[in-house]
């Protein structure tokens, strides 16, 4: 399992000024897309194959509504699947993350499900609440739904009935069972996923992007998501340097990473805001 102790995805996202959070495509509030859909991990997939890397908001807007690249049966369901698919992704390459999603989702096609999830951790508050239940569920035990129900009843507070939490409960399990974490149909199972170099450095520049720094990164939600302790994730880092995904320096216990090959100058100077944490 992760280091389910710093599994507070809300402390880091609250800290962000408005307009930071919307350059880099975090999202909070009392609302969340499990409401009505899972990850869609299949829907983006296809969507992705069918625009290039480059394309624009407007050309994966032209992909779903006109080209019907989802193959949906009506207009409706198109309008539906490309706002549940902005909701969970952006589909938009000003927005920060999913610009990287998308630069490393052709490279490394066995880390496409955990960037998924770990872009719609970023945006779904919901899918947060109930990462607890599931990453602190020992690998090959039955995984209880009723521990997912309570973290989701803490969570919301009474602003969803119990119809609607029933849904979010099915629709985030399918979610983690898309992302590797759960398998089964009715009875899931917790199983390990891989921390791979692409999934790794996702993860970190999440929490670069909160403002952590140093081994904390190595600590963070989204790091204990990918089912590593710090240590191993240290280990994948390096390997990730030798891909060209990351910069990593090590001396002794000081460790430093940065990310000059991934984001713009503009765009670490949106970092110098938030609330950095070293460690």
């Known amino acids: ?19 930071q959070a919307l350059v880099w495509g975090f999202r909070s509030g009392d609302r969340g897309t499990h409401t009505s859909r899972t990850i869609m991990l299949d829907e983006l997939s296809h969507l992705l194959d069918a625009v290039p890397g480059d394309a624009s908001r407007e050309d994966y807007a032209n992909a779903i509504m006109e080209d019907n690249c989802l193959g949906k049966r009506t207009v409706a369901t198109r309008k539906l699947s490309l706002q549940r698919l902005t909701e969970f992704y952006g589909l938009d390459a000003r927005v920060v993350l999913f610009r990287v999603l998308r630069d490393f989702w052709s490279r490394h096609e066995t ?16 899918l947060r609440a109930t990462a607890r239940a599931v990453v602190g569920t020992p690998f090959s035990h039955e995984f209880a739904r009723q521990s997912m129900k309570g973290a989701l009843t803490d969570a919301v507070r009474g602003r969803l009935n119990d119809a609607t939490l029933d849904k979010v409960i099915r629709n985030a399990s399918s979610s983690w069972t898309q992302s590797g974490h759960l398998r089964g149909r009715s009875r899931k199972t917790r199983q390990r996923v891989e921390a791979t170099p692409a999934a790794t450095t996702y993860a970190l520049l999440l929490g670069f992007a909160i403002g952590r720094r140093g081994r904390l990164l190595f600590e963070t939600p989204w790091a204990a998501v990918l089912d590593a302790g710090p240590n191993e994730l240290i280990d994948v880092a390096i390997d990730a340097k030798r891909l060209g995904l990351l910069d990593l320096k090590q001396s ?13 100058e503009k765009e670490q100077g949106l970092i110098h805001g938030t609330h950095r944490q070293v460690g």
Do not use: Q, Y
Not at 111 to 126: E, F, G, V, Y
């Open 1 to 19: 399992m992760g280091t389910i102790s710093n599994l507070n995805f809300e402390a880091g996202i609250a800290g962000f000024p408005p307009n």
């Open 111 to 126: 880390s496409r499900p955990l960037l998924a999830l770990l872009l719609a951790l970023a945006r779904d508050p919901l």
């Open 252 to 264: 002794g216990s000081i460790i430093d990473v940065s990310f000059p090959m991934m984001l713009t």
